[in-house]
């Protein structure tokens, strides 16, 4: 392979990053299953407090536009903002509950070990193939995800040794970082890569996951239309879309 889509040649790059849920693994949906039980309980309570009408997450618009590929907290401020609902963001140490954006925001690993646990992690086929074809080559290859489980989804899943960089949401708070759709967690990769990003590529699946590698001056972002709105990832920074890295395997 030494071309994308018959016109954009490899030979312009030198390394690939790449987001991890829903364009490496399956995981988007698991994750959107997590959020969906979370602010369910969390609004079905509020309902309960408040006599309002309990009006539950949705999973196709809510997910896509509050939530998918951000940093945990700016997820859940951003989706109770669209809702009218303001908490006090209280201390990423809380433990679980309903009374602050954090505490809200820590359901999320108890729900996801859960079914990181018991299920396992599946890869999608295809971009273990693209994954492995760059690497045979010689391409420098990171993950950039905003979940905290990167590492050990990763590992579960016996390609961690693929990467030689990995940011994760765990960095990026460490660091104080912004969060996507900010290009801070993408320039960060390229950096431990050592590589420009103009000789870059970026695959991302999520709104905000293109517009950071538009915004950060990638030099092609290729959108992973998981959810069937190739149109949205177009909108929003994408140079080329498609619906499996197998595509691109030509």
Request: proline fraction near 4%; aromatic fraction near 10%; charge should be negative.
């Amino acid at each position: 392979m030494s071309q994308f889509n018959s016109s954009i040649a490899l030979s312009q790059f030198d390394a690939v990053l790449f987001d991890l849920d829903g364009v490496i693994t399956a995981t988007a949906k698991v994750h959107a299953d997590c959020w969906k039980r979370i602010f369910d309980g969390f609004l079905k309570q509020r309902a309960e407090e408040t006599d309002e009408p309990f009006q539950p997450f949705d999973i196709q618009n809510d997910y896509k536009l509050y939530v998918d590929g951000k940093m945990r907290y700016v997820g859940v401020q951003s989706f109770l903002e669209s809702r009218g609902i303001q908490l006090a963001y209280g201390e990423p140490s809380a433990p679980p509950g309903y009374d602050t954006v954090c505490a809200l925001g820590n359901f999320k690993d108890v729900f996801f070990n859960e079914v990181l646990q018991a299920k396992g992690i599946e890869v999608y086929e295809g971009s273990l193939a693209l994954i492995r074809h760059l690497s045979d080559r010689g391409f420098k290859l990171a993950v950039v995800s905003s979940s905290h489980h990167c590492k050990a989804v990763l590992k579960v899943a016996g390609i961690e040794h693929f990467f030689a960089a990995v940011v994760d949401g765990n960095l990026v708070d460490e660091l104080h970082l912004a969060g996507k759709p900010a290009p801070d967690a993408f320039l960060l990769g390229a950096k431990q890569l050592g590589v420009e990003p103009k000789r870059t590529i970026v695959f991302e699946d999520a709104i905000s996951g293109v517009q950071a590698g538009h915004d950060g001056g990638f030099g092609l972002v290729v959108g992973v239309d998981r959810k069937g709105d190739p149109e949205a990832l177009q909108k929003n920074g994408a140079d080329i879309v498609v619906q499996d890295l197998s595509e691109l395997l030509g």
